[in-house]
């Protein structure tokens, strides 16, 4: 039971049942404002293209390792804090899984969190950062290259390879040339092996399904 006080017609404080209840007493001032000089967390962008949003599964806004390429080649070396001030960038380096960032990406978050250029230029030269500008590097340069299983019917010498002396052909008991123990066979002509992740491609494909490397 909720009781209020309040002055009757004479002037008299009178407390009686608040039945029903005055929206007045419902209101509260909430006191608000804004900064003087609004400080972001995230980089605001002009004529660059942000990274692309999770969760969007159409042309121009998956998050792989193209995408991440991309987003990075736009910014120049001493720009990394605000190349790395993206929700979605992080978001991304913390769930990636071809280069697991996850136990490493705390120095990177502070960075960002409190603006601090020097931890952020640490950061960027610790191990795990170096091996991703690697394979950024193989993936602008198309360098790291994959092992294409040529078609059957293709020897050796017409691709510019010379088989081992164990896969050669060899005399046959009776005579003759035995052939070669090893023949390739169509499932592997249409496939290609990326050297980074071992993945069996399809021959369509011109990146890696699982790690988005170049053939």
């Known amino acids: 039971m909720v ?23 419902l209101l509260v001032d909430v006191p608000a404002t804004t900064p003087l000089q609004q400080q972001f967390t995230f980089t605001q962008y002009d004529r660059r293209q942000p990274f692309p949003v999770e969760n969007r599964y159409l042309d121009g806004h998956l998050q792989d390792f193209n995408a991440l390429s991309t987003y990075l080649s736009q910014w120049e070396n001493d720009e990394y ?21 996850r136990q490493h990406i705390k120095p990177l978050l502070e960075a960002v969190h409190t603006k601090n250029s020097s931890m952020a230029y640490n950061f960027k030269k610790e191990e795990v950062w170096k091996v991703l500008e690697s394979l950024i590097q193989a993936s602008s340069s198309g360098s790291g290259g994959t092992t294409s299983y040529p078609s059957v019917g293709v020897s050796s010498a017409d691709v510019g390879v010379t088989a081992p002396a164990s896969f050669q052909a060899r005399p046959a008991a009776g005579g003759g040339t035995a052939p070669a123990p090893l023949e390739t066979s169509d499932n592997e002509a249409e496939t290609w092996t990326c050297n980074h992740c071992t993945f069996i491609n399809s021959s369509e494909l011109t990146s890696c399904e699982i790690c988005s490397l170049p053939r």
Do not use: T
């Open 3 to 25: 009781n209020i006080r309040e002055k009757d017609q004479y002037g008299n404080e009178v407390q009686r049942m608040a039945r029903p209840l005055p929206v007045e007493y």
């Open 81 to 101: 804090l605000q190349a790395m001030s993206d929700f979605h960038l992080l978001v991304y380096l913390y769930r990636m899984d071809m280069l697991p960032m």
